[in-house]
């Protein structure tokens, strides 16, 4: 099971910690996120290095489908209509920067950056994109309304971004992290204050970054209650159609499309970790009904970390830790949302303000109605009487028949069925 991207990208290798170092700034998790902030960190003249578990970009940013938008759904309306005005134009600028950001990097690398229009439609909701295109207004962002899209079904319409992007992210990242300070097969065990505990040597830094997908330390932050993780599947067709943009379905568990080369990227069959989901025979016989002549050349699947309010948690790790800093949560957005995490905490570690820090802060308040269905999923399966149980807060583990895994509908830890990890946030594998 390989991504398109896997398939048309080498990424550089890099050595193994061996012995004790020092470093201003330690980053822990080497995707996209991490990946970016090491990049921006160098550029900046600060001293860092970074240590991934495995190699970088081995997990969820292989998998992504690539999209550059600061269009995350019909999350405008949403925002205003929580936070005011004010904040949901921060989160607008936010990743207006990031990828104005991205925008200037890829001038100068070959990653198949093209510039398209992102769609989000409705299949028959019109009042829901016309409250998006209202709040987009008081925004001051030039959005448009679409009524008619090359799509093989009829929609009420869809809300358009231009000049948003795609690329090739293995690509982009092969270019970005040649001769970063990087050790790779250097999973942290342990953080003793900001000493990190590897198996072959400690890191000693005066900050910390984790930058893992879902954040590995249980006793601070209560991300086991912040977050839960959903699954969702791709197929790469070919003889499929040539769309000319980006579209999303509205609903968390409605299709989107894109495409790479000659080929259209078909994701869907979405559903919580641990939970039942159409997966690729939901999307398979989409493309039997709507492209009988499309082949398959490959297919994947990738995990998102979801928040209590749509927004992702950037900033200090939480209220009682120092010198410690997460950037998760990214949704469906993790591209964008990687370089504006970045962004922020390469101001973060070097003590400069930042006009976003209060909108992504993690320790912004938690009581939003998806906390009360968090707590109710791990409850029941806490209290489920079955084994095998994941290692990392020992919920009952369930099978995924498609994908032949245990994976936790409670955090969405994921193992193989011999128990070997595959997905955080659980950091070993199970136990006979």
């Known amino acids: 099971m390989d991504s398109i991207w896997t398939r048309t990208a080498t990424l550089p290798a890099f050595e193994c910690l061996q012995g004790d170092i020092k470093t201003d700034v330690l980053i822990i998790g080497g995707g996209m996120a991490g990946i970016l902030c090491a990049h921006l960190l160098r550029q900046a003249g600060v001293d860092y290095a970074l240590a991934e578990a495995e190699t970088i970009c081995g997990g969820i940013t292989k998998n992504t489908t690539a999209k550059l938008t600061s269009q995350h759904g019909l999350i405008y309306h949403k925002l205003i209509r929580t936070y005011g005005v004010e904040r949901a134009g921060l989160y607008l600028e936010a990743n207006e920067a990031a990828l104005s950001a991205y925008r200037a990097l890829c001038r100068r690398i070959d990653c198949d950056f093209e510039e398209k229009p992102s769609y989000v439609y409705s299949l028959d909701n019109c009042r829901k994109l016309e409250n998006e295109l209202e709040a987009l207004e008081l925004l001051g962002y030039p ?239 806490l209290l489920t009487p079955s084994r095998p149980r994941c290692p990392h807060l020992g919920c009952a583990l369930k099978w995924n028949r498609q994908e032949h895994s245990w994976d936790c509908p409670c955090h969405g830890s994921r193992f193989t069925a011999d128990g070997r990890l595959i997905d955080n946030p659980a950091t070993g594998n199970l136990k006979n």
């Open 143 to 381: 959005a448009e309304f679409a009524k008619q899209l090359p799509l093989p079904f009829p929609v009420a319409g869809a809300v358009a971004f231009q000049r948003q992007a795609q690329f090739h992210p293995l690509k982009f990242v092969s270019a970005i992290a040649k001769g970063l300070r990087i050790y790779e097969h250097t999973p942290v065990r342990e953080l003793v204050g900001t000493t990190a505990i590897t198996d072959r040597g400690r890191i000693s830094a005066e900050k910390i970054i984790v930058a893992t997908h879902f954040p590995f330390l249980n006793k601070h932050g209560s991300y086991f209650l912040k977050l839960y993780q959903h699954r969702s599947y791709v197929v790469a067709l070919e003889n499929a159609q040539t769309l000319g943009g980006m579209y999303v379905d509205e609903r968390q568990r409605g299709l989107s499309f894109r495409n790479y080369d000659k080929l259209l990227l078909l994701g869907g069959g979405g559903h919580r970790t641990g939970k039942p989901g159409g997966g690729w025979a939901e999307l398979r016989a989409f493309a039997q009904r709507y492209y009988p002549d499309a082949a398959e050349r490959c297919h994947w699947a990738t995990q998102d970390c979801m928040t209590l309010d749509g927004v992702p948690y950037i900033g200090a790790y939480s209220a009682g830790t120092e010198r410690l800093y997460v950037a998760t949560g990214f949704q469906k957005w993790g591209m964008t949302s990687s370089m504006a995490a970045a962004m922020l905490l390469c101001d973060l570690v070097q003590e400069r303000e930042n006009l976003y820090a209060a909108l992504f802060s993690p320790s912004r308040s938690i009581l939003h109605p998806q906390l009360a269905a968090n707590g109710f999923a791990a409850l029941v399966n």
